[in-house]
């Protein structure tokens, strides 16, 4: 019952100013039984183990229909 999170976020070099694209990845208690590909959404929930901190709340859809 566990799923692995990716979040990415867009970072802005502070001297280059190039943009580059940082992840973290969070271990989090599924219930709800996600797909490879799907968009959650997760929150803050009672620890779970020494990784899992994290509980799915949403599914907000596939990957192909959210766009940002």
């Known amino acids: ?16 100013k ?7 990845k ?3 208690h599924d219930e709800i039984g996600v797909k490879v590909g799907d968009v ?3 929150a803050d929930s009672k620890p779970y ?3 899992k901190k ?6 907000v859809g596939d990957k192909k229909e959210v766009k940002k």
């Open 49 to 51: 183990s020494k990784s």
């Open 54 to 59: 994290w509980k799915i709340v949403q599914v």
């Open 1 to 16: 019952k566990t799923a692995t999170v990716a979040v990415e976020r867009m970072k802005i070099h502070p001297i280059y």
């Open 26 to 28: 969070y271990q989090v």
């Open 18 to 24: 190039k943009r580059f694209v940082r992840s973290t």
């Open 40 to 42: 959650v959404k997760f």
